[in-house]
């Protein structure tokens, strides 16, 4: 099997070579109509893709493809200053200090009774593992969680149906039972295990960890919350059963099966809050972003609670599932999980009630660091035959059917939940990893649509020489046979997406702050009320934006060598009229200032002079004058500090 996969892969090139622009495109006139959202009008629904290695998350409009924002989660944003400015910096701070990028891979949008509701929007980051929390009635990243005792966060950021619990799990075994230490590679086996996390979801949103469970040294990949029956359960795939730490490409493809990890979440819960387990190192940065303040504050937490399945009865079982799974998904009824066995020729489809049954009776193959393996034959309810090649991802639609992607066959293969047998499969280019239905890993999917999120591109679009933006195509799915409707580039490389009908977030939109409700430190809330103080050789300037000017614009009296802290407040109080802030040769960006809000640029003038700033924002029809200077005096000069506009 595994010569036939290869051999496979090696001639992947050949397969797009031959692609030529005679496919069935779908682009027809009927498919044009269905993506064809007129000027003025909006989309059905919002798509949230994760930017992958962009450490963002693009939103795009469904059906239309139409780009609407990018939400800057992870990585520093110059187009706004997320990041740079002065509230935003510590959202990027973690243990390790401050990181100014992330590797963003999962969205998942908070749910009431297993659907999605439009409260926020979570997304993992994989390289220093943490979870981020947007609100979604003003898009911004609120909160950042770092996980501990992890290494690559990748099975994350699902939620449970009522958003009780985010999950997460290293991706990379690393020594943790006695913390993170210095030893040799190849003591693996003995040496390096792995943690499952759950963190706790407040009514409000704020997360913090209430318990990780250690588990054997595998690597963990991808997760999903039980439903319905199997509510209070999560599961999660595993691969590199081997235990291997080199070459994993052949060393972690030898066992015919590793495991789907199911984890009673609920019982685990019960044993954390009866004070199970003990509370082990765990140092962990917590990020909040304050609505009223318009600040964010870091604090770094030490200690988390381990549970240890050795000790502990009942918490975990492993699910042996062929071969190398990525993902793991659960069919809107909770019964049925399946296994994206990217190495296997069949696509394994375990029962929850015979799980249950199973555990009930011990059925068990062996005990592995405390984690009962059951058997196989005991829990799997069907084999789907032909689900293509190198399949990796399963999405719902609500109606009876899942949808599997294949990456190394190119396709989405559609089948039935009733008889497990294929009943259409329709071509992607290229190479699809996840796939996305709105809702489509919930308990009732909306089913219209599936974008299928491909990891190669080549040649699809005009080329934009060696570095290409990842395609998704957009599918019908509401007839018998799936349509291809429309493709569109992505920014980044967006693994997952989540989407919702609009309504769902339209109705909670904010569209401008309340300039009375800014508690901000350095709020200025007037024109009359700006100011420039000097403590030391810190100053901070007290600034207002108004269209079209700012207030004060002529300062003086800074000296080379300052510390100029300028406190910007948009006064305008209307949706859509943001001012932008820049200073010549400042090491950082710039700011975009929403209205009513407070942002603040750190700058340090290095030359004496004349120094210019502007607002970077075409504001008004006097945007262009909207403008001020900086008079620059060399160190320990006396110039005093004045400040004014219009004076
Ligand atoms: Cu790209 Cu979910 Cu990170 Cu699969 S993951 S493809
Ligand atoms: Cu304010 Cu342009």
Redesign the pocket.
């Known amino acids: 099997m595994k010569s036939v996969l290869f051999g496979l892969i090696v001639a992947l090139p050949l397969v797009f070579a031959q692609c030529s622009k005679k496919q069935d495109l779908g682009g027809n006139s009927e498919a044009a109509q269905k993506v064809y959202v007129a000027p003025g009008e909006h989309d059905e629904y919002y798509g949230f893709m994760s930017g992958g290695y962009s450490g963002q998350m693009p939103i795009y409009g469904i059906p239309s493809g139409r780009h609407l924002y990018t939400i800057p989660i992870f990585s520093q944003a110059p187009v706004n200053g997320y990041g740079y400015s002065e509230e935003t910096k510590p959202m990027l701070e973690t243990s390790y200090g401050f990181v100014p990028w992330g590797d963003a891979?999962?969205p998942e949008l908070s749910q009431t009774e297993g659907v999605p509701d439009g409260r926020w929007i979570f997304i993992n980051e994989n390289n220093t593992p943490r979870i981020a929390r947007i609100d979604l009635s003003t898009f911004k990243t609120v909160e950042i969680i770092e996980i501990p005792n992890s290494a690559g966060n990748?099975a994350s950021s699902f939620v449970t149906p009522n958003t009780e619990y985010v999950t997460a799990a290293t991706r990379f075994s690393i020594p943790i039972e006695d913390g993170n230490k210095d030893v040799s590679i190849d003591s693996y086996a003995e040496n390096f295990d792995g943690t499952l996390s759950f963190i706790k979801v407040a009514d409000e949103g704020e997360m913090s960890i209430d318990f990780q469970i250690l588990v054997p040294g595998y690597n963990y990949d991808?997760s999903h919350a039980g439903k319905g029956p199997s509510d209070g359960w999560a599961f999660y795939t595993t691969y590199n059963t081997e235990q291997a730490n080199t070459l994993l490409e052949i060393n972690a493809s030898k066992n015919d099966k590793d495991f789907i990890a199911a984890v009673n979440w609920k019982k685990a819960a019960e044993y954390a809050a009866q004070g199970k387990g003990k509370m082990v190192e765990g140092p962990h940065a917590h990020n909040t972003f304050d609505k009223k303040t318009h600040t964010a504050t870091s604090e770094i937490l030490n200690k988390v609670r381990m549970l240890d399945p050795r000790e502990l009865e009942g918490l975990i079982y492993f699910l042996p599932t062929p071969k190398s799974p990525?993902?793991v998904d659960v069919d809107p009824s909770g019964r049925y999980i399946v296994g994206g066995g990217k190495l296997a020729t069949v696509l394994p489809v375990h029962s929850f009630d015979k799980m249950i049954t199973a555990i009930e009776n011990e059925d068990y193959e062996t005990i592995i660091d405390g984690v009962p393996v059951l058997n196989y034959e005991s829990v799997i309810h069907a084999e789907v035959k032909n689900a293509g090649l190198g399949p990796?991802?399963t999405e719902f639609d609500g109606k009876g059917n899942a949808y599997t992607t294949a990456f190394i066959s190119s396709e989405i293969v559609k089948w039935s939940l009733e008889t497990f047998e294929v009943t259409d499969r329709i071509d992607t280019y290229y190479s699809p990893?996840?796939l996305m239905i709105p809702g489509g890993d919930s308990k009732k999917p909306w089913g219209e649509y599936l974008v299928a999120l491909n990891k190669i591109t080549k040649d699809r679009y005009l080329p934009t020489g060696p570095e290409l933006f990842h395609s998704a195509q957009l599918i019908d799915i509401s007839g018998e046979k799936m349509k291809l409707l429309l493709d569109f580039p992505t920014d980044g490389e967006p693994?997952?997406a989540q989407a919702i009908p609009a309504e769902l977030v339209t109705e909670n939109q904010v569209r401008f702050y309340k300039l009375d409700d800014n508690e901000h430190e350095y709020v200025t809330k007037s024109e009359k009320a700006t100011k420039v103080e000097r403590d030391g050789n810190e100053v901070h300037v007290y600034m207002t934006a108004i269209r079209s000017h700012f207030t004060p614009d002529n300062i003086e009296g800074i000296r080379v060598g300052d510390e100029v802290y300028f406190h910007l407040t948009n006064l305008e109080q209307d949706w859509d009229l943001p001012h932008g802030f820049s200073i010549l040769g400042a090491n950082n960006a710039e700011l975009l200032v929403m209205p009513g809000e407070t942002l603040t640029l750190k700058w340090t003038p290095q030359r004496a002079g004349i120094i210019p700033f502007y607002c970077t924002d075409f504001c008004s029809a006097l945007h262009q004058e909207m403008q001020g200077y900086v008079r620059v005096s060399p160190k320990g000069s006396k110039t005093p500090i004045s400040f004014g506009t219009g004076k």
Do not use: E, I, N, T
């Open positions: 891979h999962h990748h991808l990525h993902g990796l991802h990893g996840h693994h997952y």
